[in-house]
């Protein structure tokens, strides 16, 4: 487990440090790891916590979209999580396709295309107003990819601003 945590710390750091290089957004570095484990966001609408890593184990709750969790372990396409840092926070396990363990995350400073695919040239699929922040999903070059509500955009680094 402390292999998967390290892993994504280390990727986390690359891609902050990369996307240092460019004017016109802030990047936030992962956050790392605190005292009870890394910290994930949740990129679908609804995200179902189960008491066992299982999609027939009992529904404990839900989590939305943007909302932070703390993933204390990993199993077999599952992460153990807690929703909160208190004694007595909810616990269970959500699936990891739909969570980012301890992204980076864009901050805009004005208004900032995203597209639907790595080109200047497709089609808009948002316009960011300043301040808005984003996790990003991965450091392609002169490229982001950032979550959008469940779905993904393109940033491309020279024109964001």
Known sequence: MKKFFSLMILTALILALGSLAFAGADILPPRGEGQIGLSAEVLCEKLTLREEPSTSSKIVGTVEYGHIIIVTDEKDGWARCVLGDAEDSPWGWVNADYIIVDPA????????????????????????DK???????????????????????????TSAN
């Open 105 to 128: 995350r864009y901050v805009t400073d004005g208004k900032t295309p995203v597209y639907a695919w790595n080109d200047t040239k497709a089609p808009k699929v948002a316009l960011l």
């Open 131 to 157: 301040g808005e922040t984003l996790p990003i999903l991965k450091d392609d070059g002169e490229w982001l990819v950032v979550s959008l509500r469940g779905a993904s955009g393109w940033i491309h680094k």
